[in-house]
Nanobody
Framework: QVQLVESGGGVVQAGGSLRLSCAAS????????MGWYRQAPGKQRELVAS???????NYADFVKCRFIISRDNAKNTVFLQMNSLKPEDTAVYYC???????????????WGHGPQVTVSS
C-alpha cells in the first residue's frame, strides 16, 4: 500500500557531502514524522534525524551541525543533506515515515530499503 523509494547513497571521501532523498507513495492520507536511521556493520540501528509535518527537527548528537533534514510535504519526500562526512558515518541509511492511510484511523511506520553510504578516509 505504501512504498518508500530512496536515492542518493554512494561513496565519498572524508569531508565530502552527499544528499539522500526518500519519497513515499501509495494510499497515503497524511504523513506525520519522517526521518532517517542508520546501521553500520555489527552495530544497532540508530536514529540520525527526524522531522515532523510542521517542520520540527530532531538530530542525533553525532550529526548536529553537519547534517540537515528537510521535507516537501506536498510530495511526501524527506531529504538528508550530509556535510563534513566522516568514515564513522559509513552505514546503510534507512528512511522511515509514519503514515496514516486513506480510510484508516491508525498510523504505521514504513521503511525504505536503505542506500549504502561509504565514507573513505
Amino acid at each position: 500500500q505504501v512504498q518508500l523509494v530512496e536515492s542518493g547513497g554512494g561513496v565519498v571521501q572524508a569531508g565530502g557531502s552527499l544528499r539522500l532523498s526518500c519519497a513515499a507513495s501509495g494510499n497515503i492520507f497524511f504523513t506525520t514524522t519522517m526521518g532517517w536511521y542508520r546501521q553500520a556493520p555489527g552495530k544497532q540501528r540508530e536514529l540520525v534525524a527526524s522531522i515532523t509535518s510542521g517542520g520540527t527537527t530532531n538530530y542525533a548528537d553525532f550529526v548536529k551541525c553537519r547534517f540537515i533534514i528537510s521535507r516537501d510535504n506536498a510530495k511526501n519526500t524527506v531529504f538528508l543533506q550530509m556535510n563534513s562526512l566522516k568514515p564513522e558515518d559509513t552505514a546503510v541509511y534507512y528512511c522511515y515515515a509514519n503514515i496514516v492511510l486513506k480510510k484508516s484511523i491508525g498510523r504505521d511506520d514504513y521503511w525504505g530499503h536503505g542506500p549504502q553510504v561509504t565514507v573513505s578516509s
